[in-house]
């Protein structure tokens, strides 16, 4: 389903870009080929955040520290701002790692609080991602900083 939206676009696109550009057919392929092999580098990065994000967050060390953290929770409210904190502070570090630490840390904070809403807690952890730009891993700085030359 899919892979049939993605081609169901392509059509779409190639058709509006030979109708508002000057280019022709064979240019149009041409812009298609090079830009999609262009965004590999970073679809690479972006895929080694998430993945090294969640080995990190799921080491013994980790798991055994956001399970003492869930003690803290003893009630729904305290439940999701300590899911929020948490995770915003972990988004700061890393946008991979904080995703999977507010997730691991909701789980825990459930089991520990049944009565706590699950759809609220986890809306809690993916909070974190209101700081996450402004943090160590946040996109948009990094490839400024790495345009800028002294």
């Known amino acids: 389903m899919h892979f049939l939206f993605a081609l169901i676009l392509t059509v779409v696109v190639f058709i509006l870009g030979l109708i508002f550009t000057s280019s022709?057919?064979?240019?149009?392929?041409?812009?298609?080929?090079?830009?999609?092999?262009?965004?590999?580098?970073?679809?690479?990065?972006?895929?080694?955040?998430?993945?090294?994000?969640?080995?990190?967050?799921?080491?013994?060390?980790?798991?055994?520290?956001?399970?003492?953290?869930?003690?803290?929770?003893?009630?729904?409210?305290?439940?999701?701002?300590?899911?929020?904190?948490?995770?915003?502070?972990?988004?700061?570090?890393?946008?991979?790692?904080?995703?999977?630490?507010?997730?691991?840390?909701?789980?825990?904070?459930?089991?520990?609080v049944p009565s706590v809403d699950y759809r609220i807690l986890i809306a809690a952890a993916y909070s974190g991602f209101l700081l996450w730009h402004g943090g160590l891993s946040a996109s948009i700085p990094l490839t400024i900083a790495q345009t800028i030359t002294f």
């Open 24 to 112: 022709g057919p064979v240019q149009m392929v041409e812009h298609w080929g090079t830009g999609f092999w262009d965004l590999l580098a970073f679809a690479m990065q972006m895929s080694l955040i998430v993945v090294t994000g969640y080995i990190l967050a799921n080491t013994p060390l980790i798991k055994g520290f956001l399970i003492r953290l869930s003690n803290f929770a003893t009630s729904p409210g305290k439940a999701i701002i300590l899911v929020t904190v948490v995770a915003s502070l972990a988004c700061l570090i890393n946008y991979g790692f904080g995703l999977i630490v507010g997730a691991l840390l909701s789980l825990h904070v459930a089991k520990r």
